[in-house]
C-alpha cells in the first residue's frame, strides 16, 4: 500500500518564485516533531550562519543544522546571541555582519528594532534602528513666548515591532507590528535601507497591501527568495489556531498575491507558526497533540514507497449481498487517483457489470486528520471522482450514487501510524438492490 503524502494546495508555484509548500506540500514528505524537542518550550527559529539555524529554549540559543534524515543535528550554544537579550525571531545579515532584533520587554507594545555589528565573533555597537517616522523627535516650538524660553516638545516615536525578516539581501527587512494604523492585533509591515546625512536610515514602516493584513493576527513572517513570503496567522479559512499562510509574487512585481493556507500537511487545529528554512529543510513550531512541551520544533520526514499492483480489498467487512468494494488508493489530501490503478478500476466494473439493472453507492471516507466540514468535502469529491470513473468507462451514471462520509465509520477508530490512517482513507462501492 503506498504511502505518498499530497497536498491540493492550488498554489502559484512558477519557476521565480521557489515555495517551500511546492516541495514538501507535493511529495514524499509528512512533518514530525524533532527528537531534539524537550518538556521545556520551543522558541522562535531564525535562519543564521552558513546555513545554519538557531532556535531558543528558555535564555539558552541553539544552532543546528539539518542532518540526513531533516532532524536536527547536535546543538551547539551560541552565547554571541545570548547577550543580546532577543525576543521572537531575528534577522541576520551574514554579508552586511549586522543582526536586527527585538529587545525582551515588558510591555510588547513598546519594542523597537535593534541592530548591532558582528566584530571577531561577537555582536558589539548595540543600538536601536534609525526608521523615518518612528524615532523620537524633540521639535522646537517657535513663534511665542515658550520659543523664547528655549521651550521644546517631544514625539515619542513608534513602538510595537515584532519578529523581524531579512529579504533583498539585507536591503528590506519584513516584521510584524502592533501599531494604532494597523488593521487589528499584529500586522506585516516592511521597512527599506536608504542614507542621509548621518548614515543608514530606513523607511517608513509600509503594510504588505491593503488586502493582506486583516483585523486578525498576522506574525511570524519569513521571505524566501524574495517571491514567497510565509507567515502565521488566525484568520478564518485555516484548520484552527494560527496556521502557516503564503504570499507569493514574480521577481519583477512589486504587489503580493493573495495570501493562500498551505492546508493539512502544515498546520493543525492547534497552533501552527514560524517557518524557518535553509537550502536544505524547513522547520516550523507548534503546540499540536504530541508535542513534548508548549511548543515544538517540526521537520518533514520523506516516505519512498512501492505501489501496491493489486486492489486491496477488505473481505471481512462484506455486505450479505456479497459485494462491497474497498478502494483503499487515495494519497493524503487527494481526491483523485494515480494511472497505475487504471487496470483495479476496470476490474471493479467488471464485477459491477455482473449485476445489471442494479443501483451502486459509492461511499468516500477521509482518515481523522483536518476539520470535520474539510473532510466531508474532500470525501465526496472522492466519491464523485470514482463515480466518475466508472461513467466514463460506460456505466449507467443513473444507478451510481455519490456521498461522502467524512471521517465516519472508520476500520482503525483511533488511527495513529500512516498504515492505520490508509485504511480509514477509503472508497467503498455497495450494492443498493
Keep these: ?54 532556535f531558543f529554549r528558555r535564555d539558552t540559543a541553539y544552532m543546528f543544522y539539518p542532518n540526513k534524515n531533516k532532524d536536527l543535528d547536535s546543538l551547539v550554544v551560541c552565547p554571541e546571541l545570548m547577550a543580546l537579550d532577543i525576543d521572537g525571531t531575528f534577522a541576520y545579515d551574514e554579508a552586511g555582519k549586522k543582526i536586527y532584533f527585538v529587545k525582551k520587554h515588558d510591555n510588547p507594545n513598546f519594542t523597537v528594532l535593534y541592530e548591532a555589528t558582528e566584530e571577531n565573533g561577537k555582536f558589539t555597537s548595540v543600538k536601536p534602528l534609525r526608521i523615518k517616522g518612528t524615532m523620537a523627535e524633540k521639535n522646537e516650538i517657535k513663534g511665542t513666548t515658550l520659543a523664547m524660553g528655549r521651550y521644546n516638545f517631544s514625539h515619542p516615536g513608534t513602538k510595537g515591532f515584532h519578529n523581524p525578516s531579512l529579504a533583498e539581501r539585507g536591503k528590506k527587512i519584513y516584521f510584524s507590528g502592533q501599531f494604532k494604523a494597523g488593521k487589528g492585533g499584529r500586522d506585516i509591515y516592511y521597512i527599506e535601507k536608504e542614507k542621509d546625512e548621518e548614515g543608514v536610515i530606513w523607511s517608513r514602516p509600509e503594510p504588505v497591501g491593503d488586502t493582506l493584513n486583516t483585523e486578525f493576527t498576522e506574525d511570524y513572517p519569513l521571505v524566501v527568495g524574495d517571491t514567497a513570503l510565509y507567515f502565521a496567522s488566525n484568520r478564518p479559512g485555516g484548520q484552527g489556531g494560527l496556521d502557516i499562510w503564503a504570499f507569493h509574487k514574480r521577481r519583477n512585481e512589486s ?150 462520509r467524512g471521517m465516519a465509520d472508520p476500520i482503525v477508530p483511533d488511527a495513529q501510524t500512516e498504515e492505520e490512517h490508509e485504511q480509514n482513507r477509503r472508497v467503498e462501492v455497495r450494492l443498493l438492490d
Design 255 to 404: 504587489l503580493w498575491k493573495e495570501a493562500v493556507n498551505l492546508g493539512p500537511i502544515f498546520n493543525s487545529s492547534e497552533n501552527d507558526y514560524n517557518v524557518a528554512y535553509n537550502r536544505s529543510s524547513m522547520y516550523f513550531l507548534s503546540n499540536r497533540a504530541g508535542t513534548r512541551g508548549k511548543s515544538d520544533i517540526y521537520y518533514p520526514v520523506h516516505y519512498d514507497f512501492k505501489f501496491d499492483k493489486e486492489l486491496a480489498i477488505d473481505n471481512t467487512i462484506e455486505e450479505p449481498k456479497g459485494f462491497n468494494w474497498v478502494l483503499f488508493f487515495f494519497d493524503y489530501n487527494s481526491s483523485d487517483s494515480k494511472p497505475e490503478y487504471e487496470v483495479q478500476m476496470d476490474e471493479l466494473h467488471r464485477a459491477m457489470l455482473e449485476y445489471p439493472g442494479s443501483t451502486f453507492v459509492i461511499l468516500g471516507y477521509t482518515d481523522n486528520r483536518g476539520s470535520e466540514d474539510y473532510n466531508l468535502k474532500l470525501s465526496q469529491k472522492r466519491a464523485e471522482y470514482v463515480r466518475q470513473m466508472l461513467i466514463n468507462r460506460g456505466f449507467d451514471g443513473r444507478k451510481l450514487k455519490a456521498e461522502g
Design 1 to 54: 500500500m503506498k504511502k505518498v503524502i499530497i497536498a491540493a494546495l492550488g498554489l502559484l508555484c512558477t519557476a521565480q518564485a521557489f515555495a517551500l509548500e511546492g516541495r514538501y506540500g507535493r511529495g514524499h514528505y509528512e512533518f514530525e516533531g524533532s527528537s531534539k524537542n524537550t518538556k521545556a518550550e520551543e522558541l522562535p527559529m531564525s535562519p543564521y550562519k552558513k546555513g545554519s539555524l538557531v
